[in-house]
């Protein structure tokens, strides 16, 4: 079975400019979670969606944006990018069903790398 | 709130050493634990899960962890290190009152293995 997959994997924008991340969960996965990866704050939940609806968000400005499309991929937007939002970015996704509170595994992906010059 | 604590930025082993990672939580339910790998320009990958079931947690690569109640913690151990295990691990807690979907991490250990 293939991987979580994202795309790009390295960027490099301007400050000023927007960006979207793609992310293709492992198949049969409904779940898919973004975090923000930067070695000054670490590991850090984004988003999560599950069933095209966003069902957690992390403490993150409203320039942070997602999506999920009815085949379970995912998309992330960041608008109007500040130097800080250099990161790597982190989509995960998990075989997540609706109700009931369990610890699905997650499946991260590789990663897309975020440079804002 | 749930959260974890990873005692150590950076551990440093010698070749078949033994690898202790240690790892605290707190968390006012029992909580979901787990442990993950990053090598170098790559995501994370799942070593183990404490759900439990077992306090005494197998995982891939030869690691384990004991979650120990009493002393709140999640430690992962290696009985003898190899080259390959040099990464940065992390210790992470799963918030059930989000259905377990959203991870809070710790700062993360980055293990050395020295020849």
């Known amino acids: 079975k293939a991987g979580v997959t994202q795309t790009p994997r390295y960027l490099i924008k301007t400050r000023g400019q927007q960006v979207t991340l793609s992310c293709s969960p492992i198949?049969?996965?409904?779940?898919v979670s973004w975090y923000q990866q930067t070695p000054g704050q670490g590991l850090q939940f984004l988003f999560e969606y599950f069933s095209e609806t966003q069902r957690n968000k992390g403490n993150f400005p409203g320039r942070f944006s997602g999506r999920q499309f009815s085949n379970s991929r995912s998309e992330m937007n960041v608008s109007t990018l500040e130097l800080g939002d250099s990161a790597l970015y982190l989509c995960?996704?998990?075989?997540?069903?609706?109700?009931?509170?369990?610890?699905?595994?997650?499946?991260f992906g590789p990663g897309t790398r975020l440079t804002v010059t | 709130a749930q959260s974890v604590t990873q005692l150590g930025s950076h551990v440093s082993v010698s070749e078949g050493a033994l690898v202790l990672l240690r790892c605290n939580y707190s968390?006012?339910?029992?909580?979901?634990l787990f442990w993950y790998v990053q090598y170098p320009n790559q995501g994370l990958q799942l070593l183990l899960k404490?759900?439990?079931?077992?306090?005494l947690v197998k995982g891939i690569n030869g690691f384990e962890a004991e979650f120990k109640k009493s002393e709140t913690s999640f430690h992962l151990t290696k009985p003898s290190a190899h080259m390959s295990d040099a990464a940065e691990y992390f210790c992470a807690v799963s918030d059930l009152e989000t259905s377990g979907s959203r991870l809070t991490f710790g700062e993360g250990t980055q293990l050395t293995v020295n020849p």
């Open positions: 198949s049969g996965h409904r779940s």
């Open positions: 968390s006012s339910v029992p909580p979901y």
């Open positions: 995960a996704s998990s075989i997540r069903t609706s109700g009931g509170a369990n610890p699905y595994e997650q499946y």
């Open positions: 404490y759900t439990s079931a077992a306090t």
